[in-house]
């Protein structure tokens, strides 16, 4: 599900504001508008997740702890371990 927008009110001067609208002018845009293509530009992209559906994964939320723990790095290498995977658990 996408996030809802934050709504954000900005006092702006009076000469701000003529700038804002000469690039909303220019851009052929709303000042709202242009003001959001302001922000990306003079920010750059960052790994922040702009939407729900663009959300870090646990691999990058968690890639410090990777390997931390002992032990073999592949389980499925080890057959004990995989004895039974895939089998149907319901009683027969």
Do not use: N, W
Request: glycine share 8%.
């Amino acid at each position: 599900m996408p996030s809802r927008p934050h709504v954000l009110t900005v006092r702006l001067s009076a000469a701000e504001r003529r700038r804002l609208q000469a690039l909303a002018e220019r851009e052929g845009v709303g000042e709202e508008e242009a003001a959001r293509r302001a922000i990306a530009s003079a920010t750059p992209p960052t790994k922040v997740a702009e939407s729900d559906d663009d959300r870090p994964s646990v691999a990058d939320l968690m890639g410090d702890l990777m390997g931390c723990v002992e032990g073999p790095p592949d389980l499925s290498t080890i057959k004990a371990y995989m004895e039974g995977f895939g089998e149907s658990r319901r009683p027969s």
